[in-house]
């Protein structure tokens, strides 16, 4: 679940609702009733029903129970400025921070992808480090340390370090799951036809998967978990985005007919609505993901810009992967997330039945494309099927249909992209547009 702060229609909606029938209303304090919304979608519907059974003092527009859904089914809360992230009540296995813009990190932790030389300069500094770790199928090394206090920026870390500004350096920071709706209950059977049904390898960054759930019975599923020991994955993401690839139930059909999936767990609980992920564990599923040739990585995460993301992304693609990522589910206002906002990255927002944008997706010039991804059928961490959206539920529609274009191609990225951006639906403005990208990817009516 992505989180976002409480918005001012979020309190007018709910205000509306907790007025009684009397012309003294007692108006009842918001914040309680927000607290108390747990399903959220079940007491919005309990609240309005009773509040249209009573008579109110002054004229209402009329606002249906599904507008109103829509307008507020957001989680409603927001992760503290300081959070422990806990192993039990006696561990904490790192301390995360609020930053600046909204965005989040490991409290003073560091990532200098090194060389030999800065890596000298560094254990000469006043600084601890964590870990020193080399990544072959990235080609790259990686340090993890803390910086002293009262260091709060990277050019005053550089400078402290005698670093100058041509190193790979950055914060630790912390990315979010995009997935935005609470889910809903499955109530009729759908069925689309996958990408393709040869065998296929496909990789994915995300947090658990409940490989016990009956939609992966004789499923191709390795995975691998990247947290620190002793802290253990949320399965609510990954279950989903695994049902989407390659799950099978009653009502739900697999992208992919035949799929082998590596999947790299790195999301851990911060809350009862959202899980976080580290950007060294993200480098570590990479390098993992790369040296098992993934030619194609699902990420259907988001977070700042970060120039050690954008080398391990880098890195990752000359060895010949192509990387999906979500959009962001931050509202067309928000400012570019990434790793979709980075050129090399696929990005994908999305679109309901209807063709219509999801109103939660980001838009921009790197909008690649989009896919369905409202409302949509998959399994769930309780072993359950249900509904969910956002632009995490639209990423592995790209994702399954170029690991299919890349078999058909002999692993050709140029030729599969093309084919890709051919198939796309144009449904925005004429050619790529900040919206749409270059269009909409659908099931095929036959295996492509």
Same mark, same amino acid.
């Given at each position: 679940?992505?989180?976002?702060?409480?918005?001012?229609?979020?309190?007018?909606?709910?205000?509306?609702?907790?007025?009684?029938?009397?012309?003294? !209303?007692?108006?009842?304090?918001?914040?309680?009733?927000?607290?108390?919304?747990?399903?959220?979608?079940?007491?919005?519907?309990?609240?309005?029903?009773?509040?249209?059974?009573?008579?109110?003092?002054?004229?209402?527009?009329?606002?249906?129970?599904?507008?109103?859904?829509?307008?507020?089914?957001?989680?409603?809360?927001?992760?503290?400025?300081?959070?422990?992230?806990?192993?039990?009540?006696?561990?904490?296995?790192?301390?995360?921070?609020?930053?600046?813009?909204?965005?989040?990190?490991?409290?003073?932790?560091?990532?200098?992808?090194?060389?030999?030389?800065?890596?000298? &300069?560094?254990?000469?500094?006043?600084?601890?480090?964590?870990?020193?770790?080399?990544?072959?199928?990235?080609?790259?090394?990686?340090?993890?340390?803390?910086?002293?206090?009262?260091?709060?920026?990277?050019?005053?870390?550089?400078?402290?370090?005698?670093?100058?500004?041509?190193?790979?350096?950055?914060? %630790?920071?912390?990315?979010?799951?995009?997935?935005?709706?609470?889910?809903?209950?499955?109530?009729?059977?759908?069925?689309?036809?996958?990408?393709?049904?040869?065998?296929?390898?496909?990789?994915?960054?995300?947090?658990?998967?409940?490989?016990?759930?009956?939609?992966?019975? /004789?499923? %191709?599923?390795?995975?691998?978990?990247?947290?620190?020991?002793?802290?253990?994955?949320?399965?609510?993401?990954?279950?989903?985005?695994?049902?989407?690839?390659? /799950?099978? /139930?009653?009502?739900? *059909?697999?992208?992919?007919?035949?799929? &082998?999936?590596?999947?790299?767990?790195?999301?851990?609980?911060?809350?009862?609505?959202?899980?976080?992920?580290?950007?060294?564990?993200?480098?570590?599923?990479?390098?993992?993901?790369?040296?098992?040739?993934?030619?194609?990585?699902?990420?259907?995460?988001?977070?700042?810009?970060? !120039?050690?993301?954008?080398?391990?992304?880098?890195?990752?693609?000359?060895?010949?992967?192509?990387?999906?990522?979500?959009?962001? %589910?931050?509202?067309?206002? *928000?400012?570019?997330?990434?790793?979709?906002?980075?050129?090399?990255?696929? !990005?994908?927002?999305?679109?309901?039945?209807?063709?219509?944008?999801?109103?939660?997706?980001?838009?921009?010039?790197?909008?690649?494309?989009?896919?369905?991804?409202?409302?949509?059928? &998959?399994?769930?961490?309780? /072993?359950?099927?249900?509904?969910?959206?956002?632009?995490?539920?639209?990423?592995?529609?790209?994702?399954? !249909?170029?690991?299919?274009?890349?078999?058909?191609?002999?692993?050709?990225?140029?030729?599969?992209?093309?084919?890709?951006?051919?198939?796309?639906?144009?449904?925005?403005?004429?050619?790529?547009?900040?919206?749409?990208?270059?269009?909409?990817?659908?099931?095929?009516?036959?295996?492509?």
């Amino acid at each position: 679940m992505n989180i976002k702060n409480t918005r001012v229609k979020h309190i007018i909606a709910a205000s509306f609702c907790i007025f009684s029938a009397t012309s003294s !209303a007692n108006i009842v304090r918001v914040d309680q009733v927000l607290g108390q919304l747990n399903p959220i979608e079940q007491r919005i519907e309990q609240t309005i029903e009773r509040a249209q059974r009573l008579p109110l003092p002054v004229p209402v527009p009329q606002v249906s129970i599904d507008e109103l859904k829509a307008q507020i089914s957001e989680p409603i809360s927001s992760l503290p400025n300081v959070l422990n992230i806990n192993i039990n009540s006696q561990n904490t296995a790192f301390v995360e921070v609020e930053l600046e813009n909204g965005f989040r990190a490991i409290e003073r932790q560091w990532l200098l992808m090194a060389n030999s030389q800065q890596l000298n &300069t560094l254990k000469q500094q006043n600084v601890t480090i964590v870990s020193v770790k080399n990544y072959n199928a990235l080609n790259m090394s990686l340090v993890r340390f803390n910086a002293p206090q009262g260091i709060n920026s990277k050019s005053e870390l550089l400078k402290a370090l005698n670093l100058d500004e041509s190193a790979i350096l950055d914060r %630790n920071h912390i990315y979010q799951a995009q997935t935005d709706e609470p889910a809903v209950k499955v109530t009729q059977n759908e069925s689309i036809a996958p990408y393709c049904t040869q065998s296929v390898k496909i990789g994915m960054i995300d947090s658990a998967i409940n490989t016990k759930h009956s939609a992966f019975k /004789g499923a %191709n599923i390795t995975t691998q978990s990247f947290l620190p020991k002793g802290l253990s994955s949320p399965n609510l993401h990954g279950t989903a985005i695994a049902g989407l690839i390659t /799950g099978k /139930g009653a009502s739900l *059909s697999p992208l992919l007919g035949n799929a &082998t999936l590596y999947s790299a767990e790195v999301f851990y609980r911060q809350s009862e609505y959202a899980q976080g992920a580290t950007l060294f564990a993200i480098v570590e599923a990479l390098n993992w993901l790369v040296s098992n040739k993934m030619p194609v990585i699902n990420m259907s995460l988001t977070g700042p810009n970060n !120039a050690v993301l954008e080398a391990s992304i880098t890195a990752a693609i000359k060895q010949n992967v192509l990387i999906v990522a979500a959009a962001g %589910n931050q509202g067309p206002a *928000s400012q570019p997330l990434y790793p979709g906002a980075y050129k090399s990255v696929i !990005a994908v927002s999305a679109i309901d039945s209807k063709n219509q944008i999801y109103r939660w997706s980001n838009k921009g010039d790197y909008i690649d494309f989009t896919a369905f991804g409202v409302n949509v059928v &998959t399994s769930q961490g309780n /072993g359950k099927f249900g509904r969910e959206s956002g632009t995490s539920m639209a990423a592995p529609h790209v994702s399954a !249909a170029l690991s299919c274009l890349l078999l058909k191609h002999g692993n050709n990225k140029t030729k599969a992209l093309n084919e890709l951006t051919s198939l796309a639906v144009d449904l925005g403005e004429q050619g790529k547009d900040t919206t749409f990208g270059y269009g909409a990817i659908y099931p095929p009516k036959s295996a492509l």
